[in-house]
């Protein structure tokens, strides 16, 4: 398997503009949420229309799950957007970039229509604008969901299944913090848009809450309410992190402290920001070949192995939970004498204290029957994931799967973007080789390809969602990452 192979470009569209041209901007905000079910908070799409010159680039920003694939939206949304904007506006397919937040939430059955209309709306609206870029940070409301174990594997934190162990916890991997930034300010110097990029998974809300845009949705309102603008959010490479304190169980799940505090991050960011001169605006598109995945039976026969010795190793226990409980606060309230006061192991220990190691013996293999049996739900909620996208891939008929690479710049910022969930480290490492503050990357864009992480990931023998729930082979990455340098440095000449 080689690079060349796989880096197949099938089509190739870029537009640039001069600086020295003027740039214009145009939004516009529609409520997509399906209110036929209860509802926490409302979701939108906010649609970003650019234009410089001959050259004209669409942004849309949707509470949603995904563009395509799973959830309301079909697989044929983002053809048939495309297809009515370059119909009735001509604006070419290629210039078109729709980015999912991931929040959970449930969108209206017309929401394809809501988006047209959105983007022709802030078409119709386009005003002079000046664009100014930067960033900000935000490190309290994000973790890492994937944990190393001290035997090198690694698991990961979801409400599917248990915690591991503590003492079996070594490290836990990173974060991104930075928040990529855009803002586009009117001639009278009003914000007309605010783009903020972050990375973390919108699933802090659970879905007896309500219909929910999550902490984006939070933030977004924050943004709003404070300076007038519209405020759209990309996900950014998101896909093993999570919500701080996710798992938690001692309080409710709430998204809209996170929200909240990203929102004003976002507004002490942008207050510092000066109109740039640079009026640049390039949007591009690539489709390249990935290979799909070929080690799904390996690792479905690696799990069901794993399945039949964690089976073996159940210890009988004549005890349930009923009698486990009380028998456990004994042993661990008076480990030297649990069953009875002093006065009776005093008078006659003997027997006291066999029915205490008795005890202590079923106690103990009740225990680890249930660190067991998490392990086995784990392995079980994986072990579907691999055996459902086994049959996609053998229905797919093709070795490669074909996915958009879009580059967009406007003024200073600049923006790659991919249809998978992007785990974090694969974005801090485009960041770091592009050496640019203000290139940013997002996953969840134009399409939807599950889970792309990175090849130690990706080869993990904990077995985690980011590793299970795939399409694509570990090679993946090398390519995405070459290729999304390519479309950055392109952008910034």
Known sequence: MTLSRFLLVLCLVTITTHASAELSAGVAKVDI???????????????LVLKNGETTAVLVAVDAVAIGEIGRIGNGFLANVRSELQRDLGIPP????????????????????LVVQAVKEAAMNLVPVKASAGNGSESRIS????????????????????MPRDEDVASIGPIDPQVGLLRLDRADGTPLAIVYQFACHPIMNPPSKGNSADYPGFASKVIEEATGATALFLQGC????????????????????????????????????NPQADTALKVSREVIALPRAADFEKRISNIEAEQKVLLASLRPTNINFKTFLPLLLQHKMSPDMPSHYAQGYLQDAKPLQQLDADNKALVENYLGNITIMEKLTRL????????????????????????????????DFKLVT???????????????????????????????????????????TGYAQEDCDVLVAPEWQKLFETKALEVLQNLAR
């Open 380 to 411: 079980s909620a994986n072990l579907s994931l691999l055996k459902r996208h086994l049959e996609q891939t053998k229905a797919s008929g093709s070795p490669t799967l074909d996915v958009e690479v879009c580059g967009l710049r406007v003024g």
């Open 33 to 47: 949420t399906d209110r036929t079910g209860p509802v926490n908070d409302p979701c939108f799409a906010r649609a």
């Open 143 to 162: 973790e890492n969901r994937r944990m190393t174990l001290k035997d090198g594997s690694q698991v990961d934190m979801r409400r599917a299944y248990s």
């Open 418 to 460: 991919f249809p998978g969930e992007i785990t974090v480290q694969v974005g801090l490492n485009i960041k770091k080789a592009a050496q640019d503050a203000n290139a940013h990357v997002s996953g969840y864009t134009n399409g939807y390809i599950y889970y792309t992480a990175t090849v130690a990931q990706r080869t993990n």
């Open 238 to 273: 998101g896909g093993d992190i999570n919500p701080v304190h996710y798992k938690e169980v001692s309080r409710p799940a709430n998204a809209e402290p996170l929200g909240s505090m990203l929102g004003t991050t976002v507004l002490a960011a942008i207050r510092q920001f």
């Open 94 to 113: 290629a210039s078109v970039i729709i980015n999912a937040s991931h929040c959970h939430g449930i969108v209206r059955a017309d929401l394809q229509q």
